[in-house]
């Protein structure tokens, strides 16, 4: 009995040496950011069911699949600067217990955003999203006039307060931690355990082992629409269009003078020149 005793208690002094309260933290927003991507994916496969007969079950298990590598990714870039901050400073600790909820609040927006997009346009978050933008009185007033808003923010508000004990809960660790005198060799295992944590963040931000980061095209890898649609995370796509957006370099036009650049386009289509 002793024997036991003894191991337990030096398996955990040794997962308190490599396992940072930083880390468990993030396992556990790991966990819940899965979770809600899931449940917004499966609501988004009850607005297809009346095409869902025609898929084959394999077919909507392989979306699933498919979409927790994009969630997993989407998970890790909402992540990793939080992580990053937790390791730079304790005092950020004291700031989660009202980040966090406004941290899910917005997340929880966003999703609801997203679906009322993908009632109109069959389509996760893309470039339309910024075409909108462009127009943002006449946006307004169709989303005003055309979705239920207040009550929208209301289920938000109400789900978040339900969130807030599992939030607590959250971050226990890190409060916990605050108290606790550490020697140079625990310092020494988490330190590699964080390290560990970012080299994993890495590779999940890749989306695994594979030659190429993960792109939205990998999404698609059947000839079923609402399959793709649904292996897609609206915010990874969303994402990846404004950073495409953002580095697309503009097409530079060699310098003219407008006759001509007038005469040289009469000259390519074979119009004759006009003489003055």
């Given amino acids: 009995m002793n024997r036991c005793l ?13 396992v940072s309260p930083e880390t468990r933290f993030i396992a556990k927003m790991y966990l819940l950011l899965l979770t809600l991507f899931t449940l917004q994916r499966a609501v988004i496969m009850l607005y297809n069911g009346a095409h869902l007969h025609a898929i084959d079950f394999t077919i909507l298990f392989h979306a699933f699949l498919v979409g927790s590598r994009f969630d997993l990714a ?7 600067p939080l992580f990053l901050a937790l390791l730079g400073s304790q005092h950020f600790y004291h700031a989660l ?39 943002p009185v006449t946006m307004g007033n169709m989303i005003w006039h055309g979705y239920p808003v207040l009550v ?32 140079v060799r625990d ?11 970012v080299v994993l963040m890495v590779f999940a931000l890749r989306g695994g082992f594979q030659h190429e980061p ?13 399959a793709n649609q649904l292996a897609l995370n609206g915010l990874f ?33 074979h119009l004759p020149q006009i003489t003055r």
């Fill in 97 to 135: 217990k009202w980040l966090l909820p406004l941290f899910i609040f917005i997340l929880l927006i966003a999703e609801s955003a997203e679906l009322a997009f993908y009632q109109a346009f069959e389509s996760r978050f893309n470039s339309r999203v910024f075409e909108a933008l462009r127009h």
């Fill in 74 to 80: 989407t998970s890790t870039y909402l992540l990793a």
């Fill in 6 to 18: 003894k191991t337990k208690i030096r398996i955990q002094r040794r997962y308190r040496q490599l």
């Fill in 237 to 269: 796509s969303l994402g990846r269009t404004s950073w495409d957006a953002f580095n697309d370099k503009p097409q530079t036009w060699p310098s003219s003078t407008p006759d001509k650049t007038r005469d040289d386009t009469r000259q390519s289509v």
């Fill in 214 to 226: 993960l792109r939205c095209r990998d999404a698609f890898f059947s000839d079923q629409s609402i």
């Fill in 152 to 183: 929208q923010l209301l289920c938000t508000i109400t789900i978040v307060i339900l969130l807030l004990p599992l939030l607590k809960y959250i971050r226990r660790p890190l409060l916990t931690s605050l108290h606790v005198n550490l020697t």
């Fill in 187 to 197: 310092r020494l295992g988490r330190t590699m355990g964080n390290t560990l944590v």
